[in-house]
């Protein structure tokens, strides 16, 4: 399956407040993903001993654009990432945002990609838990196979 890493963002995503991820992706890379497949979401690189902590299902096919809606605000998760005052690359969400707007004034373009959850692992139902969220895709029947391994 192939994969994200979501690093700083990786609490909102599973905790449900993240929906939407832009990336510097070379095109030859993006192009390998479709609208409904399935994607690893991982707290960082796999490379570096990240650990996948959901299974994603892409809404729509990554697009390469400028643009940059208010609604990704709270997509991207910051909106939630702020309320928390965590930091995106060691900075307030803001402030990313902001290079991100100025950026797309000057045409700077990003692959953006949409997802869903469709499941969380135990790991990251662990963070979710951690960062007192009510976790997006947790177990509601009490069995495992809403998680994914």
């Not at 449900?16 to 994607?39: P, Q, S």
């Not at 299974?55 to 990554?62: D, F, G, K, V």
């Not at 910051?78 to 803001?94: D, I, N, T, Y």
């Not at 990251?124 to 391994?149: E, K, M, W, Y």
Request: proline share 5%; aromatic share 10%; with cysteine.
């Amino acid at each position: 399956m192939i994969a994200i890493a979501f690093a700083w963002t990786t609490p909102a995503l599973v905790t449900g407040n993240k929906t939407c991820t832009r990336r510097d992706w070379k095109e030859t890379h993006a192009r390998r993903f479709r609208r409904g497949d399935l994607v690893a979401a991982y707290d960082r690189q796999p490379r570096h001993g990240g650990r996948q902590v959901a299974t994603l299902r892409l809404t729509a096919t990554p697009v390469y654009s400028s643009e940059l809606p208010e609604e990704d605000w709270e997509r991207e998760g910051f909106r939630w990432l702020s309320e928390k005052g965590a930091r995106v690359q060691g900075h307030p969400p803001e402030v990313i945002w902001r290079a991100w707007k100025i950026g797309a004034v000057h045409g700077e373009k990003w692959w953006v990609v949409r997802f869903s959850v469709e499941s969380l692992t135990d790991s990251g139902l662990d963070i979710a838990l951690q960062h007192g969220g009510t976790p997006f895709g947790a177990v509601t029947g009490g069995g495992p196979s809403s998680l994914s391994d």
